[in-house]
């Protein structure tokens, strides 16, 4: 298994080359003969008139920088669930917050705020410590999918893999390395046996065009005399010696530029171009305890794993203490199961059970009640009615 970002590895019996100094004439195999209706222009206004070669496998592939067409999955690729379902677990162990840890973690809160006074975290008296058992179950499903799409790039004079060496093996046979489990990457492949030289549409095969600015006279309107060719004094004007017209800046006084679709070459080279893409597709839910605590900053705290089960797909949990942690696991491998079987090959799932703990603290400061609530391992506290919050006083 390779580290994200390493170079995927194609078999060198899916590869071969064509040596062009000896069938770069050969029009009928590359097709550089270029259609009569195609004029030039500065940049081509839309696709090449050229038909994308048909290949096996890849129908439908076409030209353009998008997410190129999707190609799910053969069936035998289809992942099924191995092993069996994982043992049940009947030991629950749910730690509780002691007084000890509730009161150290407000004095920090206290002291985080800058104008909160530490008094009542330090002399309150504790009157009750309400566990809240509350679950995080989060399905992780690891799935690679491909597509394809045509690609062009300026011909450099390199070998051309074209079909003559063979057929282009099909999508899902082109082999890659898997980067580390469930870990987003995408790498893109130049697919064997595709590759094909046609003459650039943008310029004609003759690798310039003529200057838009200019129109290809090499001379434009003098920007100091502004064509009339005489200076503010009725001299003549010395920057273009009176003709009105100077040398054109941009094409340097050639009336031509270089093509930037083929990069002055003439030729383009195609080639159908593999997009692999692996991602770790999450679910996630939060029992709610109906405890009066905001759920939404749990997010910013970790929990004990009190479950962790992975598998090539995993199998619902069942019978856990807590029913809507069951539910919540058979309604989300439903839910990815929907979808990404028809569309993507599932490498891997992970599920856990997190116990985030949270304690709801009632307590007694100068006769008033109040109450606050520990939670995460990390012992944050949300304290929204800390009775003194202001010990500042302006001089």
């Not at 943008?202 to 310039?208: D, E, V």
């Not at 997009?275 to 939060?286: G, P």
Request: glycine share 8%; charged share 20%; proline share 6%.
């Amino acid at each position: 298994m390779a580290a994200e970002g390493q170079e995927i590895r194609v078999s060198s019996q899916s590869y071969g080359a064509v040596d062009q100094m000896s069938h770069a004439s050969a029009e009928g195999y590359f097709g550089a003969i270029v259609p009569d209706d195609i004029t030039s222009g500065e940049e081509p206004s839309a696709p090449p008139a050229y038909p994308m070669d048909d290949v096996s496998g890849y129908e439908g592939t076409a030209l353009g920088d998008g997410g190129g067409i999707d190609l799910p999955p053969p069936s035998d690729l289809v992942t099924d669930r191995g092993g069996g379902p994982p043992l049940a677990q009947t030991d629950w162990s749910i730690p509780a917050v002691s007084e000890d840890a509730a009161k150290e973690a407000l004095i920090q809160y206290a002291a985080s705020k800058c104008c909160y006074s530490s008094a009542p975290a330090k002399e309150m008296v504790f009157r009750t410590l309400q566990p809240f058992n509350t679950y995080r179950y989060r399905l992780e499903t690891f799935t690679e999918s491909r597509s394809s799409e045509w690609k062009i790039t300026p011909y450099k004079g390199e070998f051309v893999d074209s079909f003559l060496l063979g057929p282009a093996p099909l999508p899902w046979t082109v082999q890659v390395e898997v980067p580390t489990m469930f870990t987003d990457n995408i790498t893109k492949v130049k697919v064997p046996h595709t590759s094909s030289l046609k003459g650039c549409h943008n310029c004609r095969c003759s690798g310039t065009i003529r200057c838009t600015k200019c129109h290809g006279r090499g001379k434009e309107q003098c920007w100091i005399c502004h064509g009339s060719g005489k200076q503010l004094s009725n001299d003549r004007c010395t920057h273009c010696s009176g003709s009105g017209r100077s040398r054109c800046n941009s094409c340097s006084g050639s009336g031509h530029k270089t093509c930037k679709t083929c990069a002055g070459k003439g030729q383009l080279l195609y080639y159908i171009e593999l997009q692999v893409k692996w991602q770790n597709n999450v679910f996630e839910y939060v029992a709610d305890q109906r405890s009066g605590f905001p759920a939404d900053l749990f997010k910013e705290v970790t929990g004990q794993k009190m479950f962790v089960d992975e598998q090539s797909m995993v199998y619902p949990v069942v019978n856990f203490p807590d029913p809507s942690i069951s539910q919540a696991s058979q309604n989300a491998l439903v839910q990815h199961h929907t979808q990404f079987a028809s569309t993507s090959r599932v490498l891997r799932q992970r599920q856990t059970i997190e116990l985030i703990p949270l304690t709801k603290v009632e307590y007694e400061w100068q006769g008033k009640r109040y109450s606050y609530y520990v939670y995460g391992d990390e012992n944050r506290v949300y304290a929204e009615n800390y009775p003194k919050k202001c010990c500042c006083s302006i001089m």
